[in-house]
């Protein structure tokens, strides 16, 4: 049987959001970082990307992300070259077209972790390399691959399960409403009333969940949320650049937190899941976070082979 992360199909796509890949598109990227790991743990090299390069631009700040691409590249046989806003023409001004016509020559895909989804979409529409989304304010596409890989890690499935998500209708929550949908997996968010997701993006997720047979509610109470879950996630009620927020959606988001109480709400045997990094004691206790059914550390260490499968597909 054909190795997934040796099929061609994706090569040279960009990987922007989640909504511009089929069903069967995510199915191969979550195969392929399942073969991955199994490989990566029994020894066995997988160096696909041997001689080619991969330009990180970060104008965010990130453990997971910097790490899992540097290493998964070199796990591939590739190099991983760091570039922050500072190290950079972007920070004096240089156009996003030129940086991308410039990196073209020497790189064989882009990542960038940054703010604005449009200047996601600009390096894409003038680089001629792949260009991968490491996470914006609107979607975090990379992020959701691993969380559904480690679901099924655990629950053995993702079709018919239930996913409740508990606070801010952010770019995490975007994305997991746009791969929950194509993967027929329902979806529940909690949030607070005036945080809740982009109506864009839930109505992009409900077209595909109507093929699929996934279920999508928004929802104020979290209670009603985990009833029946089988997974319960949460994130940072301010997300990165909501700084100044944070003492204000510490309130609005009080009784938005993952607990012991709000877990026994949930599934038997229901995991929890959280993206990184965690506010402990704000919207996850440590009793949770470190409990049996916690899955956070799985999903953490994911987020390397879903990369490593999403560079190896595309590049």
């Not at 490989?39 to 990180?56: A, D, N, S, Y």
């Not at 009333?193 to 104020?220: H, K």
């Amino acid at each position: 049987m054909a190795k997934a992360y040796l099929n061609k199909s994706l090569k040279g796509r960009d990987f922007l959001t989640i909504s511009d890949f089929t069903s069967q598109e995510i199915r191969l990227i979550i195969d392929a970082a399942h073969e991955l790991k199994k490989e990566l743990k029994e020894g066995i090299p997988h160096p696909v990307l041997q001689g080619k390069t991969l330009g990180m631009i970060f104008t965010k700040p990130s453990t997971r992300t910097r790490v899992s691409f540097e290493v998964g590249m070199y796990q591939l046989g590739g190099y991983a070259l760091f570039l922050s806003a500072q190290d950079i023409q972007l920070r004096r001004g240089e156009s996003l077209p030129d940086t991308a016509r410039t990196l073209e020559r020497y790189l064989d895909g882009i990542m960038i972790r940054t703010f604005d989804q449009k200047d996601v979409e600009e390096l894409a529409q003038y680089a001629s390399i792949p260009v991968i989304n490491g996470l914006t304010d609107l979607v975090h596409p990379t992020q959701v691959i691993a969380d559904l890989m480690t679901i099924e890690e655990h629950l053995g499935k993702l079709k018919g399960i239930k996913l409740a998500f508990i606070g801010d209708g952010n770019n995490v929550a975007h994305s997991l409403l746009q791969i929950c949908a194509k993967m027929g997996v329902h979806m529940t968010i909690a949030c607070p009333p005036g945080y809740e997701p982009s109506a864009e993006i839930v109505a992009g997720a409900r077209q595909d969940a109507a093929e699929t047979g996934a279920v999508l509610e928004i929802v104020e109470d979290p209670l009603e949320a985990v009833r029946d879950a089988d997974a319960v996630y949460t994130d940072l009620w301010a997300s990165m650049g909501q700084e100044k927020e944070q003492e204000q959606r510490a309130k609005v988001f009080q009784r938005y937190q993952v607990n012991s109480g709000l877990l026994k709400k949930a599934n038997p045997g229901a995991v929890v899941l959280h993206c990184l990094p965690a506010h402990r004691g704000e919207e996850i206790t440590d009793e949770v976070m470190d409990g049996p059914q916690s899955v956070v550390f799985d999903e953490a260490e994911n987020r390397l082979h879903a990369h490593k499968a999403i560079m190896a597909l595309l590049m």
